[in-house]
């Protein structure tokens, strides 16, 4: 978030453009939480986590009037370009927002999720990844030491985007996703199998999309005879210093969001694209759904044999 | 542990012992788990977590059976001296296992609890409570982004060693342990002056120990009207690569039970005393209760404000 | 390297192909220090830095002796295909023996220079990028602290994509890469200029590729007056647990090399191209220069003002 | 150096006490750089590296000029206490001064080189061992894949505290320190016996102050035939988040400097000594060399065969 908040200011100011920051996200543009913002005000930033312009969660802005007041407000301020930085949400408000007023925007994706149709990958994504792998080869330690099974529960919303990378770079012996149900019964056997090869400990990945994680090592356990554990690895998937990949991400987000919205563009986000940054109308993001690719999932599945 | 397996086989074989590796802990002493070590056989595991030996919980050896079985095994093999490295349950099993056998026994307290009686501090406490201060500093990215607080628990079993060394070093705003109950209200006015002080967001280091972390932090969220979150830290804490400090401790602590075995001693654990490498007897370790230094807790708060 | 090998062995052995691990690199194909691969003697190494095959230069292969003892061998063992794992020097050894044999070959480039042509990056770049960056932010606080001028030294051999990527990702205020050479004068005026505006303290990233560092940063103090360090990353940038991204990269490249070897493919190396997993000819690679992108330069300017 | 900061000042204001910073160390004391503090201005810190109050080297508090404006200084704030926060240096200065002024001084041991007479521990030690440890656990690696001797070298002034401590958890084959020196044909056949052990590669860690590395890894090199690199680790050491340990010392260290101010103590250093908060005179500390203890340096040399 730090490293995209610097990139769109530093090139806009670059560009001689004013840059205002509402904080707390749309709450701060409907509630007049503003302050101006400069190159120097965005130093020592890119390697924070967390933002500096704070965010919230806000229902307001679902609603007639919370969209009414956020339009006035980009009058009043006479804002000619708005850049919405964040993920599925504030992609939706900045449509709705974009009926009441002229004022043009562009979105960045930034969220841990991935989930964001028209680009490959959002900024955060690679942060959150490094962050659970790094939690998970630690798991593993244990799982080895103490010949366990760990069921791993990581974020991703109702998608299976991290989990998926997560579990293939951990070398995850199962990887759960939405996208593509596993029925328990096979999930004993792979365990059964791995346990005749002599394999007693493995990981298991699951995104939390699939359901009752709980439930689920409990089985395992029961129908297996094997200890299991639950691990629900939380908050810090969303925090931390930005590994390099996500600061690239967020500094090239930033220049682009800038670039379209001098160019006259409007209401589209930026992505990055078969590895070009690109970016689509946020009409045509929000109204697809992201594939995952499973061939990741088939790889990881080869790959933990 | 890994470090401290290093220590015991390299001093040993630098003092002309023999070394036997009994894998999974006191299971492979029940059955016949051995495997001969050498200063090679340990080579290259300093820094990596787990334990080459791997361990598991062990019912059995609370069995007169098992108790017998192991005894017998140590005449079988003509053991020595052995050496025990774990916590508590390891060290009981060594004390009831001293009454079947000459053998003389050697513990070294390694366990992220920090709860045995005769040293200040274990190996792999320093691992852990360096773990979870990590992880929480990135939970503060997102609690302080979002003003929310959050409630994170750690582990350390029945006691709060590790709750009060990583909330003080986090800068946690309250700190749980079970040594020192806090009363909810107080919880809720603590978060309440924070708030009038405009500090929003809040980070509560809760020992596993103090029972239910879900109910109190739905309370806390129903009482203060703010978001709150929990945060479970899982099993990361028990691996890991080892800090430098575990793995001096490790060091020290298995040169030391060699030399008190070389010496004749037995029956006794290593352990740190105001910074000296010293030992106590195995009995009278298992039949006191360390004490939580509480003005840890009283700096903490302090410091918090 | 470790991910690789496991990639490799792991999808070869899943296609029904006996794997050898050739040890030392080309001398172990010369000198014969081959191992029996299989899916478990690659289990637990995805997270490990480094290679468990080892490797080291070996110059016997740049003549006519080594190359015909490498042909031979390859024909001894009946090997129906070679992976090659490596940069350019081990190309360029391949496609000599290339003419001494019709054993297939193809190359999976695993470099920290990211200096192959046919790929958009290669695996152990990401990873090494990202451990630069960990400790110039550590050698930035530093640099802010003491108000000093730092000039990093960071790898690349004869090419500056680790330090434009490494760069642009600490916020760099400028950026040296012998694929654009910078007069000394304009690096005394932009630090001249930026401690007008009261920055007083700066991070210069440079490819040891430009020369002579030292030199450099002499120059830097004497013609500015401002306390300049010179502090040389050193090989920790090759070692260390591989990032998610350069374990997803090994894991693809893998899985691609084996099958191009099992289509019959040849001399060819794997690749990472416009998002996709690709492959080009051994000679095509070789005979090309990698262009690197001044965009990101360019960019790390604006945001570094 | 934050947490310190930090400490220092909550505690006074929780004391009642009016806190001042001297931005820039004695510098900021002569040339009147002084920033009111609160308990609210040292947020948020507790897990940075660097100084917020920035530091520098100060010629001029060598002089009796510099010396006479500090003092004035003091009395025109009228400071009822002083906290000096730093290393030999700042101490002698602090001694200087007290010659004339009244105003109690109380010194803070913060310093990575540990070298500081009436403390076991330095506040930035611990983070400096371990931040060095993490380096070369990855230069292992290297050395390994490769049968490589790595000459590594570490901060610490001209004494081998840190090289001592890191050589001994890093499991480093020969630990180099000023205190004890060591003959290059000893280091050759030490090297030489792990050969014919089977051991081809070896990390030596060497403390700065034992002279010219770059010349002993060229004659390692040159008589041993084995491939030798010089690694030396820069001002990363210095920076960096602190670890808990020292988070730890620093808030002790920082309590107990207020407490001896508000009981009227003067001129003295506080510090860890067999486990607990203490402290000794200002000139008792300077007067006298703390020993380095050279069992640390027999148990690496055991743990490292």
Same mark, same amino acid.
């Given at each position: ?13 670059? =560009? ?12 701060? @543009? /409907? ?12 130093? *020592? ?17 679902r609603t007639k009037a919370g969209l009414a007041k956020a339009a006035a407000r980009l009058a009043e301020y006479d804002v000619d370009g708005l850049v919405v930085i964040g993920g599925d949400g504030s992609f939706r408000a900045a449509m709705a927002l974009s009926e ?5 925007? &562009? ?8 989930? /964001? ?33 760990? &069921? ?10 991290? %989990? ?5 770079? +951990? ?10 149900? +596993? ?38 356990? =029961? ?10 690895? *939380?908050?810090?998937?969303? *925090? ?20 379209? @919205? ?19 109308? @946020?009409?045509?993001? %929000? ?19």
């Open positions: 978030m730090n490293a995209t908040i610097r990139a769109v200011t530093r090139v806009a100011a670059f =560009k001689g453009f004013n840059v205002l920051g509402f904080c707390r996200g749309w709450e701060g @543009l /409907i509630s007049d939480l503003v302050k101006p913002m400069s190159a120097r005000s965005v130093s *020592g930033i890119i390697n924070l986590g967390g933002t500096i312009l704070h965010t919230t969660r806000c229902p307001h802005i009441l007023t002229d004022t043009p925007m &562009v979105g960045i994706p930034a969220t841990i999720d991935n989930d /964001i149709y028209g680009t490959d990958e959002t900024v955060g994504f690679d942060t959150a990844v490094n962050t659970a792998v790094a939690e998970i080869d630690k798991i593993r330690d244990t799982a080895i030491s103490l010949d366990r099974i760990f &069921v791993v529960e990581v974020m991703g919303r109702s998608r299976g985007f991290l %989990a998926a990378m997560v579990g293939l770079t +951990v070398g995850a012996e199962i990887i759960l996703v939405p996208e593509l149900p +596993v029925r328990e019964d096979e999930i004993f056997s792979v365990i059964k199998d791995n346990v005749s090869k002599g394999k007693r400990s493995a990981i298991i990945v699951a995104a939390e999309g699939i359901g009752d994680t709980r439930a689920l090592s409990s089985a395992i356990e =029961k129908n297996t005879g094997l200890e299991t554990r639950l691990s629900i690895l *939380g908050y810090a998937q969303r *925090g931390g210093s930005p590994t390099a990949r996500s600061r690239y991400l967020a500094s090239e987000f930033g220049k682009k969001a800038v670039e379209l @919205l001098a160019e006259g563009k409007s209401n589209c986000i930026v992505g990055l694209q078969n590895g070009k940054i690109t970016s689509i109308g @946020l009409r045509e993001s %929000a109204g697809a759904s992201k594939p995952l690719d499973e061939s990741i999932l088939r790889l990881a599945s080869i790959l933990a044999t």
